[in-house]
């Protein structure tokens, strides 16, 4: 795969001074386009946010420079810096009201937003109507002037790269966990310490500012802009190239720009010749080519590319770090958990009915009873997954009910759950160090530019500790979803284990568990 990587860089150090200029202008929106894309993988394909709207920031990134430069004669780095804090504040806003969406709710909210975006550029007078903005200026890089698009093509090439890799490098990191962890639902994300708002917040953020990016590249490149190449039909496209591509994975924006946009050329000039009219025929194929990756590879055609190519061996090393700081444990006999008539009701059924319980530091505490007793529902009421209906729940003297279950693992609760709930396709080492996210402090740059290295390292061997501790030592590298049930309930323990709990949770962990996994599991 390396070796791939350096080949492909080499064929695009070389194209420009090879290819025809067509080919080079072909190119180019290639990568503008991959960059788009790029910001979807993150969001929709990674973090289960489908949008439809991107175009509408990607023209918020030409308009900017378009218009500061043309009316104000301001430098276009400049008008990259205003436009990026625009575009951020303006996503900002759509994401607060956007993200709190849920379902087929949340694209037709990206719709909604990216139609009046598209408007919004057509209608005022100072952007130029539909018409557009024409003069923009030649962009200027040390002193060169980037007039022809074989000189414009290292600048936007330059950028994708750098933009995949802190974009793979971010995800190989644990705010890239937490945002991975957002497709398997926020009640587990949530229950790790994970803030589930902020992590979409984030990636929306990331997409809206790689398209602002990809349309001030867009403006200078073209020297023109008006508002159709950021209508919701393009954003509709861009949506596409990312699932065509590889949804979930960093190059399969690459791949999905560099299909759709050489495939729509070529159709653009082949079907006008076979019907003998023109036409906008090549939406039909696209639509139906859709419909075809949907059934026969949903993942993309990245991951097929990858098993076509020979299989590279990747030598696995178990992580090695300082240990990760502890918190301090209670004194023996001091109350943990309080719990004082709690009571949770779902309209006319009540679950639990005036529960009272207390959990001392060192004690072992079984709560007992049949099927549909309530169990997993007085676990949810304290670990905050549940709000009470009434009464009262303190841990370690803190009163907690009402408290978000994130705020509540950061005082030192950890919990498993009573159906398993774990990221199959993520390795069972990445699934036990999301335990540790509340033990790590690197942020979202800090990933990207690949500064978290050491506390990365701490943090994934804390949970190989915790693998070895329970008996899975072995299984580092295995995917999660290819465990037994048995021992997925076990990897449970361990990531519960691997946040430093004063107080566990355990939810019925024998459940499903053969004789000899359950003497295991004791």
């Not at 979807?40 to 394909?45: F, K, Q, S």
């Not at 759509?94 to 709710?105: N, P, Q």
């Not at 023996?332 to 309080?338: D, H, I, N, Q």
């Amino acid at each position: 795969m390396r070796y791939l990587k350096l080949v492909l860089l080499a064929l695009l150090l070389a194209a420009p001074m090879v290819l025809p200029a067509f080919y080079v202008t072909l190119l180019n929106y290639i990568g503008l386009y991959a960059l788009v894309a790029l910001g979807l993988v993150l969001m929709t394909g990674v973090g289960g946010i489908t949008s439809f709207g991107q175009a509408a920031f990607v023209g918020l990134g030409a308009y900017t420079t378009a218009y500061l430069s043309t009316a104000f004669g301001l430098s276009p780095w400049i008008n990259l810096v205003i436009g990026l804090g625009l575009t951020a504040l303006v996503a900002l806003f759509l994401g607060l009201i956007t993200l709190r969406l849920s379902g087929h709710y949340l694209p037709l909210g990206t719709i909604a937003w990216g139609i009046s975006l598209y408007f919004l550029f057509g209608n005022l007078g100072f952007l130029g109507g539909h018409t557009g903005l024409t003069g923009v200026p030649v962009l200027e890089v040390l002193g060169l002037r980037l007039e022809k698009g074989e000189e414009f093509y290292y600048l936007v090439w330059l950028v994708l790269l750098g933009a995949m890799l802190a974009t793979q490098n971010l995800l190989d990191s644990r705010e890239g966990r937490a945002i991975r962890a957002l497709k398997g639902g926020s009640l587990m994300a949530e229950a790790m310490g994970v803030n589930t708002t902020r992590s979409k917040t984030v990636i929306f953020l990331i997409a809206a500012l790689l398209a602002c990016l990809s349309g001030w590249l867009y403006a200078h490149l073209q020297r023109f802009v008006n508002p159709t190449p950021f209508s919701l039909g393009i954003g509709i496209e861009y949506l596409f190239m990312a699932v065509v591509g590889g949804a979930a994975h960093v190059w399969g924006a690459l791949v999905g720009a560099g299909l759709i946009t050489v495939l729509k050329q070529w159709l653009q000039d082949l079907l006008p010749k076979i019907f003998g009219q023109s036409g906008n025929f090549e939406v039909i194929v696209f639509g139906v080519m859709m419909i075809l990756v949907l059934q026969r590879a949903r993942e993309g055609l990245w991951p097929i590319l990858l098993k076509l190519l020979p299989a590279a061996a990747h030598p696995h090393a178990v992580p090695a770090g300082e240990p990760l700081p502890k918190r301090e444990a209670p004194a023996p006999g001091t109350v943990l958990l309080e719990v004082k008539n709690a009571r949770k009701e779902f309209g006319g059924l009540v679950a639990n009915n005036n529960m009272s319980l207390s959990v001392k530091a060192g004690e072992v505490l079984a709560l007992i009873g049949p099927n549909g007793a309530g169990k997993s529902t007085m676990f949810n009421v304290i670990s905050g997954v549940l709000p009470l209906t009434s009464g009262e729940v303190r841990f370690l003297g803190e009163r907690v009910d009402g408290l978000p279950s994130r705020q509540i693992a950061r005082r030192g609760m950890g919990r498993t759950f009573q159906h398993v709930r774990l990221l199959p396709t993520m390795t069972v080492l990445e699934n036990v160090a999301l335990g540790a996210h509340l033990r790590g402090h690197k942020g979202v740059l800090a990933a990207a530019l690949r500064l978290d290295r050491e506390e990365e390292a701490r943090l994934l061997a804390e949970a190989a500790r915790q693998l070895e501790r329970v008996g899975l030592g072995q299984h580092l590298f295995d995917e999660a979803g290819s465990l037994a049930l048995g021992q997925q309930r076990i990897l449970e323990i361990a990531r519960a284990l691997c946040s430093d709990p004063c107080l566990l949770l355990l939810d019925e962990p024998a459940a499903g568990l053969r004789y000899l996994e359950k003497q295991a599991l004791a």
